[in-house]
């Protein structure tokens, strides 16, 4: 089934340590998105990238960072973890970056900070 | 500032009765909205959705209602199910623009 897949489910980092979280997919959408969710908050758009077209937004922290190779992978790169950044990573994906579409989610990260 | 806002962060219902959860936008630009349904440790997927130029869709025992003028959009479930219980989040995006705008999530609980 084509799909949006993250790995890895859960993640544990110290402090300080840089990670990074993957999220790959079949579905051939040109735009390809992470959000971070924390507890009962929405989730809340760090970036998207349409084809390879880099989009940040502006109250993202620098200490987020990402790259996609290619059309079925992205990754995001926390440099360094704060326990502040303990969330819920959601990657999702959409055939078009406006318009009539849905976005399509993977099952997330949930990184925890230590 | 939150665009999309969904005031009530929980609601149970009893198993066969209707469900019925609200969602309110600021941003009038927005002309397509949706619904995701999430499970705890997972994401969300993608339930059910409506344009602007529609007032109603319906799918099953879901029903999203539209009402432009007042900003406000509720998804109706009937008859509920304990396999409802999720939470449920609301959903936005504009023509011109790249993003979903979220809101905060209602959580449902069905009572059988």
């Known amino acids: 089934d084509a799909m949006v897949i993250q790995n890895p489910r859960y993640q544990v980092t110290q402090f300080g340590k840089p990670v990074t979280l993957s999220c790959s997919q079949t579905l051939n959408h040109n735009v390809m998105y992470w959000y971070q969710q924390k507890s009962s908050q929405a989730p809340k758009l760090l970036f998207h990238y349409y084809d390879k077209d880099f989009n940040n937004e502006a109250d993202t922290p620098d200490n987020f960072q990402s790259r996609r190779p290619n059309t079925s992978f992205c990754f995001l790169d926390i440099r360094s973890p704060g326990l502040g950044d303990a969330a819920m990573y959601l990657c999702a994906t959409s055939a078009l970056g406006w318009g009539n579409t849905e976005a399509f989610f993977g099952q997330g990260t949930r990184l925890t900070v230590v | ?112």
């Open chain 2, 1 to 112: 500032d939150q665009q999309v806002k969904q005031n009530s962060p929980s609601l149970s219902v009893q198993e066969g009765r209707i469900s019925i959860l609200n969602c309110d936008y600021t941003n009038s630009m927005f002309d397509y909205f949706l619904w995701y349904k999430k499970y705890p440790a997972e994401g969300p997927t993608f339930l059910i959705s409506i344009s602007s130029i529609k007032d109603k869709n319906e799918d099953g025992r879901f029903t999203v209602f539209l009402n432009k003028s007042a900003k406000h959009l509720s998804l109706h479930i009937v008859p509920s199910q304990p396999g409802d219980s999720a939470v449920y989040f609301c959903a936005a995006s504009a023509s011109n623009g790249n993003q979903f705008y979220f809101g905060t999530g209602t959580s449902l609980t069905v009572i059988p």
